[in-house]
């Protein structure tokens, strides 16, 4: 549940935690087509290394750490499948990387984008997340879908653990066997965590409607978000950063490790 | 059997919730372990079958450390039966729900019928054999978590609120069945509040507060010790209440169930005291 650990949100004050949640999910978006556009290893790299500001300045590391480290097992697999398949089929990779380095190069991608989105989601509050929503008129039924499901999250970890505990206590034992038995292992914990969501999602309408939830059209809030100083310069760096990175795209010839290396 | 040896574990939120804590239960035992609300009692008892590890100190089931041995293992000499049912039912019929952890512990497919059929006798569930468990209602469904577990005849049994969410007549039931359980010579552990429950079935009590024991002993000795469920938060069983209130007549004040009481006021009575 480790990656889960990394997009948990705990209430701390620091400049990156202040700033309005639209200019971070500018910064977010930006990074994302940033990683999309580049396959070439060494920018995925200095990709990889340019949030680490970011993420001292709001004091978050321990986390960040934790799901880049959840998210490990995950670009374990993307670089054994593009290894195989990049030996399998040398004409689907660029002519300018050889199978380690693209297979690298894709799984690095990967962490690029976790990391990007675990920082947004550790200094972003689900209260600002849900107000910056409504206020970029998205409907209040979908924001609060949203805003429920970040929140259940950190429930429904602790509900795995105990859904695992409980199996575990007859028995299971969730790394034994071969890799389809693996996965087979997952079924017992699997069932019983997605029917309980089903059943905690219906007890929950049915609390919020015994509470009037939709009673009336107009919705008004008590905060509302104003864009200040440090967002405008978040905002424009961004968007240098997008040109930049555009530029360097259409502009730029990038080079990747097995073109340096002497052959 | 289970020796609990000057245990502390703290969860890795830094929260600690077992202080120092001793205990030993032999085999045949039958123990109830109260306290309120975040007092450690699923702690403790996770320290059993070792799903939980101490931080510090040590837990021997038949003097091997908990440390040493797997979940799996210690899981086939301590069964342990969870709060709510729902965290562990999947499977399509009640039939396999039972034959899973048979099936995990390696029971040849001859044994596995045979206990299957027993489990489903003993818990009244045999003509649910082919029902889905999704389907069974509330009190239905912790029957089946329960036979899942009794199915490969642990030693101990541990008993995570065994009595939230059942009606009287079910508790009823579920008393007559520990109390039987612990007759045949299992170890029996349960994890509860319910004092009114506790004193019908006058077990050893052990009482914790804090992450620490704090009274240990016999279910009539703890349980109308107002100093002791003051200090840990309960309160004793109704009747033994009325009994504290009335001592200046004389009453005795050690009466924690029902049929003690008749006997009590009916000797008070015929004492000529009316």
Redesign the interface.
């Known amino acids: 549940m480790s990656v889960l650990e990394g997009f948990r949100f705990r209430h701390v004050s620091s400049p990156i935690h202040r700033r309005d949640p639209r200019v971070k999910f500018l910064y977010v978006l930006v990074s994302f087509i940033a990683a999309i556009m580049f396959n070439e290893l060494p920018l995925l790299l200095v990709l990889f290394f340019l949030p680490t500001p970011f993420v001292l300045l709001a004091g978050v590391q321990r986390q960040w750490l934790r799901s880049l480290r959840g998210a490990m097992f995950l670009a374990s697999f993307l670089f054994v499948f593009n290894l195989i398949f990049g030996f399998l089929s040398p004409e689907n990779i660029p002519k300018t990387m050889s199978p380690p380095e693209y297979a690298f190069a894709m799984s690095l991608r990967f962490l690029d984008l976790v990391e990007s989105f675990s920082i947004f989601f550790l200094t972003t509050s689900p209260d600002h997340l849900s107000l910056a929503l409504e206020q970029s008129r998205v409907p209040y039924e979908f924001t609060f879908a949203f805003t429920t499901a970040v929140r259940f999250v950190p429930v429904l970890a602790e509900?795995a653990q105990?859904?695992m505990?409980?199996?575990?206590?007859?028995?299971?034992?969730l790394e034994k066997g071969n890799f389809m038995k693996r996965v087979r292992n997952y079924?017992?914990i699997l069932?019983?965590l997605i029917?309980?969501s089903i059943?905690r999602s219906l007890e929950l309408a049915e609390a919020m409607e015994s509470r009037g939830w939709g009673a009336s059209k107009k919705r008004t809030n008590l905060y509302a978000l104003k864009m200040r100083r440090g967002d405008w310069v978040l905002a424009i760096v961004s968007l240098l950063f997008l040109v930049t990175v555009i530029y360097v795209r259409l502009y730029v010839p990038v080079p990747t490790f097995t073109m340096l290396l002497p052959h | 059997m289970i020796e609990v040896k000057n245990v502390n574990f703290t969860y890795p939120t830094g929260v600690e919730a077992l202080k120092g804590v001793s205990l030993s239960i032999r085999n045949g035992e039958f123990l109830a372990i109260m306290g309120q609300n975040g007092a450690g009692k699923t702690t403790l008892v996770?320290q059993f079958?070792g799903?939980l590890k101490p931080t510090k100190g040590e837990v021997l089931v038949d003097g091997v450390s908990t440390r040493d041995i797997?979940?799996?293992r210690l899981?086939?000499k301590v069964?342990?039966v969870?709060q709510?049912p729902?965290?562990?039912?999947?499977s399509e019929t009640v039939e396999e729900e039972i034959a899973?952890?048979l099936r995990?512990?390696g029971f040849k497919e001859s044994t596995l019928k045979k206990r299957v059929t027993w489990a489903l006798n003993l818990l009244d569930l045999t003509e649910y054999r082919k029902t889905s468990p999704?389907m069974l209602s509330g009190g239905e469904r912790k029957r089946v978590a329960l036979a899942?577990?009794l199915a490969?005849n642990p030693k101990v049994v541990i008993l995570d609120e065994p009595t939230i969410g059942q009606d009287h007549r079910q508790k009823e039931i579920l008393r007559q069945f520990i109390v039987q359980l612990n007759a045949q010579g299992k170890t029996v552990v349960i994890v509860t509040h319910d004092v009114e429950f506790v004193a019908e079935c006058s077990p050893r009590v052990v009482l914790m507060a804090q992450g620490q024991i704090v009274a240990d002993g016999d279910a009539k000795r703890i349980l109308t010790d107002p100093d002791v469920a003051l200090q840990a938060s309960i309160v004793p069983p109704q009747i033994t209440q009325i009994f504290l209130g009335l001592t200046d007549l004389g009453l005795p004040t050690d009466v924690i169930d029902v049929s003690e009481a008749t006997k009590a006021l009916l000797e008070y009575l015929e004492g000529g005291n009316c």
């Open positions: 509900e105990t859904i505990d409980a199996q575990k206590a007859r028995g299971l034992e079924i017992p069932i019983p029917v309980s059943r | 996770k079958n799903l797997s979940v799996a899981a086939r069964g342990f969870f709510n729902d965290h562990q039912l999947f899973f952890a995990n512990f999704f899942s577990v490969w």
